[in-house]
T-cell receptor, first 111, second 109 residues
Framework: EAQVTQNPRYLITVTGKKLTVTCSQN?????MSWYRQDPGLGLRQIYY???????DKGDVPEGYKVSRKEKRNFPLILESPSPNQTSLYFC??????????FGSGTQLSVL | TQLLEQSPQFLSIQEGENLTVYCNSS?????LQWYRQEPGEGPVLLVT?????EVKKLKRLTFQFGDARKDSSLHITAAQPGDTGLYLC?????????FGAGTILRVKS
């Protein structure tokens, strides 16, 4: 089954404790992206990747890092999480910018 | 930053009513997509419109792209409880996709 898999689904952590949210897709998509979703603000792009070893900043990249060492994986790293990074995070992938396939989301709470 | 404004933010209607959701921008987009999101899940693509003036139908849903490719609308005929969800429009420019804040639709039976 074609899918984008994010882990974990829920995460509660404390300020400053490094964390990684994993994302994997099995559709051989070149394009992958991370979004955060906050009430009233919609989905805002954090980082995106056009292909392996090619990443670029989205609209809200501060406080986040990504890497694209393999085509299928695109982890999101928070080196020192802060409470304003509490949000619902989505990973997505697509073939050449066409239809986006989204994961089921990761609800992150930073205390 | 390109902005997409959706209206209304919330819509609560009775089963069988018609409704329209609007997506507006001052910017021109190469294409515009509509997604539907249910609680606990990621958005799912409903349609992509590319040509100015284009109209696409998906059963009871009708999507229209403005002539100038700056705005779009989603019209639902005879809404059903199963249509309940968050509807998001997203405009494409270059390598980026910018999303509107969404319209929360609740259809009561």
């Amino acid at each position: 089954e074609a899918q984008v898999t994010q882990n974990p689904r829920y995460l509660i952590t404390v300020t400053g404790k490094k964390l990684t949210v994993t994302c994997s897709q099995n559709m051989n998509h070149e394009y992958m992206s991370w979004y955060r979703q906050d009430p009233g603000l919609g989905l805002r792009q954090i980082y995106y990747s056009m292909n392996v070893e090619v990443t670029d900043k989205g609209d809200v990249p501060e406080g986040y890092k990504v890497s694209r060492k393999e085509k299928r994986n695109f982890p999101l790293i928070l080196e020192s999480p802060s409470p304003n990074q509490t949000s619902l995070y989505f990973c997505a992938s697509s073939h050449r910018g066409e239809k986006l396939f989204f994961g089921s989301g990761t609800q992150l709470s930073v205390l | 930053t390109q902005l997409l404004e959706q209206s209304p933010q919330f819509l609560s209607i009775q089963e069988g009513e018609n409704l329209t959701v609007y997506c507006n921008s001052s910017s021109v987009f190469s294409s515009l997509q509509w997604y539907r999101q249910e609680p606990g899940e990621g958005p799912v693509l409903l349609v992509t419109v590319v040509t100015g003036g284009e109209v696409k139908k998906l059963k009871r849903l009708t999507f229209q792209f403005g002539d100038a490719r700056k705005d779009s609308s989603l019209h639902i005929t005879a809404a059903q409880p199963g249509d309940t969800g968050l509807y998001l429009c997203a405009g494409s420019y270059g390598n980026k996709l910018v999303f509107g804040a969404g319209t929360i639709l609740r259809v009561k039976s």
